[in-house]
């Protein structure tokens, strides 16, 4: 059987060669007919057919073209919009739309204009479009306007291109929608569970309050070791450092400025400067004897220029802000040191002290 098999295939090969060529050439071009129907047939069922259309206003010509007019909501259809006008005339080719009807934009490109032989300019825009929803939709029209060189403006709107979108899901595959179902109770958590989180949740929070705590302690005990004047130093940099002259702030910034150094001097004198007006706080330093003459009327010019801003809402200039930074730090370092009475009274304290023992 094995050796009989290509003897019977040559002898068809045979009888075929010795037909007639006006026998096998006509059916051998009928089969190539059917073929073709066939795939023309194939063609159609997909629903794929060109559109092309072209208009023409004068001199002004534009011809529309889509690949196909028929399409399932997974395809692209392929836009050309070729504009042809005289060199001379100037073309104002539409911008990219946010969407052309139920179609999103996946691409919009101008080709570079092109000047033919003929003296004619030629442009093509490029767009690839995709459906969103299955059903008879329509491409609408875009308009192309051009201006001739005597600034006559001609207008001509491509023909909007009807499109059939189909699901890509057949009519016997579509979906039914049923109506919800009850939520399923979830299962109920272990009560261990429950008391676990609330035992971590009060540990977590604990630790951050004694965090917090620690944290102050801390921070007071530092400032308690330093001294006014280093204190009053550090809160000085602190405000510089927030930029608030920088930010035209003036008010607050001599606001704190100000109440600063009155701070300092109730730390270093013992001095209820926070309390009192600018008036009453002069006259009691004056009356304490704790400042020279110099420093006192240092330190009234400074708390007046500081009313002046906080009060009269006058506007600094950058040299007046730095004098009063300058100012407050200078006070400061100058006024640090102990002055002769209160080394006096250092001394005698402990003397006194011994004779009551």
């Given at each position: 059987m094995i050796e009989r098999a290509?003897?019977?295939?040559?002898?068809?090969?045979?009888?075929?060669?010795?037909?007639?060529?006006?026998?096998?050439?006509?059916?051998?071009v009928a089969g190539l007919l059917a073929l073709t129907a066939c795939a023309d047939k194939a063609a159609t069922d997909v629903g794929e057919h060109a559109f092309d259309q072209t208009i023409q206003d004068g001199d002004l010509t534009i011809r529309t073209h889509a690949d196909k007019d028929a399409l399932t909501v997974a395809d692209r259809v392929h836009l050309e919009f070729t504009i042809t006008a005289p060199e001379q005339f100037a073309v104002e080719l539409p911008e990219r739309p946010e969407s052309m009807g139920d179609f999103t934009i996946a691409q919009w490109t101008f080709t570079q204009r092109q000047i033919g032989a003929g003296g004619e300019s030629t442009q093509t825009?490029?767009?690839?479009?995709?459906?969103?929803?299955?059903?008879e939709s329509v491409i609408p029209s875009l308009e192309?306007?051009?201006?001739?060189?005597?600034?006559?403006?001609?207008?001509?709107?491509?023909?909007?291109?009807?499109?059939?979108?189909?699901?890509?899901?057949?009519?016997?595959?579509?979906?039914?929608?049923?109506?919800?179902?009850?939520?399923?109770?979830?299962?109920?958590?272990?009560?261990?569970?429950?008391?676990?989180?609330?035992?971590?949740?009060?540990?977590?929070?604990?630790?951050?309050?004694?965090?917090?705590?620690?944290?102050?302690?801390?921070?007071?005990?530092?400032?308690?070791?330093l001294s006014p004047a280093e204190r009053a130093l550090r809160r000085l940099q602190a405000l510089l450092d927030r930029n608030l002259a920088g930010r035209r702030e003036f008010r607050s910034f001599y606001n704190e400025l100000s109440e600063l150094l009155r701070i300092y001097i109730e730390d270093r004198f013992g001095v209820r400067a926070p309390e009192q007006t600018t008036e009453e706080f002069l006259r009691d330093m004056n009356a304490r004897d704790v400042l020279t003459s110099n420093e006192l009327t240092t330190l009234r010019e400074y708390l007046r220029h500081c009313d002046l801003v906080k009060f009269a809402a006058m506007e600094p200039s950058p040299a007046q802000v730095?004098?009063?930074?300058?100012?407050?730090?200078?006070?400061?370092?100058?006024?640090?040191?102990?002055?002769?009475?209160?080394l006096i009274e250092d001394e005698v304290t402990p003397t006194l002290e011994g004779v009551a023992a």
């Open positions: 290509p003897q019977n295939i040559l002898k068809h090969r045979v009888q075929l060669a010795s037909l007639p060529r006006c026998v096998w050439l006509p059916a051998l825009i490029h767009a690839r479009l995709e459906p969103f929803l299955p059903g192309v306007v051009a201006v001739n060189p005597a600034g006559e403006r001609i207008v001509l709107t491509t023909p909007a291109i009807p499109v059939t979108i189909r699901s890509v899901l057949a009519a016997d595959d579509a979906v039914e929608i049923t109506g919800l179902k009850e939520v399923a109770a979830a299962p109920p958590r272990p009560a261990w569970l429950l008391v676990l989180w609330i035992v971590v949740g009060v540990v977590v929070i604990a630790a951050v309050v004694l965090f917090i705590v620690h944290f102050r302690k801390a921070r007071v005990a530092e400032e308690e070791q730095d004098e009063s930074v300058g100012t407050t730090q200078r006070f400061i370092e100058k006024t640090a040191t102990p002055r002769a009475h209160e």
